[in-house]
């Protein structure tokens, strides 16, 4: 998921990173939060092996790098600074905008280019696996999860949802053929998919997706919405209030 403004990792008030991981590849600074194993950990609880759950988390780990990886070495090929953060909702890659030009065309190229890579490299898994295979145990749990992140969240991901992929490569679209009205019909047409994509999570019984296209359509309901000032809170002090000064007396007037 890429984002145009980068936003480097910042400490937290006890002076240590807030972030469990932290390493280049590539040349590119890449951030683990804690929160990203975390959602991991707990989405591989229903493999029901402690074994599996740990190699759960090996395959999100890399599928969700290589993904990012996508978006941020097209995005640094175009001049761009980048960075990659994993973190509770997957991966976020933050990137500059360089001075000379970035219209709409470099920046679809760049949100296409992580399920693109991703939808590769599980091809290639898949290639190999074949060739290789079959795999038993662990192993076949790695090489089917693997495909199956890969292919299938790069699909999922060039959906017409914001904030995801497809979202990118939509508002990308609509800047190119209606640049007037394009923030309008992009309003629509996103609170349209992600309503539909929580009725689909519904009906299949996708816990975790369904709660993540929830919060997309809270977001896309509430999107635009002023909020309302905060009133002042009266300042409040148990000192005693200092004693008022008597008004000076008025010089008196003399006629001349």
Known sequence: MPRLTASLGSRSSV????????FRLLGIP???RPSFLLVAALLGLQTGSVELIFAWIAVVFVSILIHEMGHALTARSFGSDVEIELNTLGGLTSWTVPEADFGPGKRAT???AGSGVGVVFGGLVWLVASATGPFYGVAGFIVTNLIYVNVFWG????????PLDGGHLFTSLLEKIAPKRGEMIANVVFMVTAAAGLAAALYLRLTFVALL???L??????????RQPQVPIPPMSFD???PESEPEPK???VDG
């Open 15 to 22: 002076g240590q990173y807030e972030h469990v991981l932290s």
């Open 155 to 162: 699909l999922l991901n060039w959906l017409p949802i914001r």
């Open 110 to 112: 760049v949100a296409a």
């Open 251 to 253: 010089p008196e007037e």
């Open 240 to 242: 005693r209030p200092p």
């Open 217 to 226: 359509l809270f977001a896309e309901l509430t999107r635009g919405r002023t």
């Open 213 to 215: 296209a929830g919060y």
């Open 30 to 32: 890449v951030t683990v």
